[in-house]
């Protein structure tokens, strides 16, 4: 079985730019949430998407924004980046459902962005 | 709002020896769910044990096992033999009991930079 796949991986923006990030959850995950992770801040829940719907929120500005697919793909979105949105980007899926195994959350490589 | 707490930004351990790393939380729930993930140097999140508050029994996976201290909200994670494999940083995280309408956020402790040396 595939694990969560994040794409892409690495890359460099410049301040005021935007970006896209992908998502593509275990098969059969439906609920889809994302953190970020700087060095200072450690890891940030950003927010979580269920069945095409926002379910939470992080204590996020309004430029960072997503959606989720009907597959439950999902994406995130950082508009007018800043040098201090670099960091490492980590997509995460669940069953979400009651019990052990659905309450496990497994995580993507992370995609690493660099605002200069 | 749930927190949780690693005292130990730094441990080291040498090979085959045993280590543990301590972790506490607060919080108001009764039910909820505990975990300890693995990021080595690739940073992926890999998850290396589970625990049901629910559960009185410690949970364990091969050499990795819990010690699960619910009225004094501890969750120290025992690694036995430890192996060069191993070193990595370790988050503790807390996630509530999934209910209809839960979301599933987790929140994570700072981290433990686990070293090990031969």
């Known amino acids: 079985k595939a694990g969560v796949t994040q794409t892409p991986r690495y890359l460099i923006k410049t301040r005021g730019q935007q970006v896209t990030l992908s998502c593509s959850p275990i098969?059969?995950?439906?609920?889809v949430s994302w953190y970020q992770q700087t060095p200072g801040q450690g890891l940030q829940f950003l927010f979580e998407?269920?069945?095409?719907?926002?379910?939470n929120k992080g204590n996020f500005p309004g430029r960072f924004s997503g959606r989720q697919f009907s597959n439950s793909r999902s994406e995130m979105n950082v508009s007018t980046l800043e040098l201090g949105d670099s960091a490492l980007y980590l997509c995460?899926?669940?069953?979400?459902?009651?019990?052990?195994?659905?309450?496990?959350?497994?995580f993507g490589e992370g995609s690493w962005l660099t605002v200069v | 709002a749930q927190t949780v707490t690693q005292s130990q930004p730094e441990m080291s351990v040498q090979e085959a020896e045993t280590v543990t790393l301590s972790c506490t939380y607060d919080?108001?729930?009764?039910?909820?769910?505990l975990f300890w993930y693995k990021q080595p140097p690739s940073r992926q999140m890999i998850l290396v044990i589970r625990?049901?508050?629910?559960?009185?029994q410690n949970a364990t996976e091969n050499r990795f096992s819990v010690n699960f201290q619910k009225a004094a909200k501890s969750f120290s994670l025992k690694i036995s033999d430890s192996q060069l494999g191993d070193a990595a940083m370790y988050f503790c995280?807390?996630?509530?009991?999934?209910?209809?309408?839960?979301?599933?956020?987790?929140?994570f402790g700072t981290g433990t930079r686990l070293q090990v040396t031969l």
């Open positions: 995460a899926s669940s069953l979400l459902y009651r019990g052990a195994t659905g309450n496990t959350i497994y």
């Open positions: 098969s059969g995950h439906r609920s």
């Open positions: 998407y269920f069945s095409e719907t926002q379910r």
């Open positions: 919080t108001s729930e009764s039910d909820y769910y």
């Open positions: 625990q049901e508050a629910y559960k009185q």
């Open positions: 995280a807390y996630r509530t009991l999934l209910n209809t309408g839960t979301a599933s956020k987790l929140t």
